[in-house]
Nanobody, 127 residues
């Protein structure tokens, strides 16, 4: 069993930056793919980014590619989402998640491939 706690959300002006953190506790971290998802008001939760368990492979949604960067620190059991050039449409609750199985692929994943979720952190971008 793993517990995930996100932090770092807040209110920022368009064009600004935020760095989200997700701290894991209670279970193995380094052998799992980790992901970030978001849910805007009235919309379905959507994929944002994913990082492989080795940490060298990342994938992004087209809407955030070139602006967001996912990273991880296995020694600290944390995963991060650096968000730059924020837009109003990035406003959402952001969730980190751990893949269901260890040593899995980080390619072509969706939320059904993740079984452990944090409580989310609100990001609001004012235009």
């Amino acid at each position: 069993q793993v517990q995930l706690v996100e932090s770092g959300g807040g209110l920022v002006q368009a064009g600004g930056s935020l760095r989200l953190s997700c701290a894991a506790s209670g279970d193995t971290f380094s052998t799992y793919v980790m992901g970030w998802f978001r849910q805007a008001p009235g919309k379905e939760r959507e994929f944002v980014a994913v990082i492989s368990y080795v940490g060298g492979i990342t994938y992004y949604a087209d809407s955030v590619k070139g602006r967001f960067a996912v990273s991880r620190d296995d020694a600290l059991k944390e995963v991060y989402l650096q968000m730059n050039s924020l837009k109003a449409e990035d406003t959402a609750v952001y969730y980190c998640a751990r893949a269901t199985s260890p040593y899995g692929t980080s390619r072509d994943l969706n939320e059904r491939d993740f079984s452990s979720w944090g409580q989310g952190t609100q990001v609001t971008v004012s235009s």
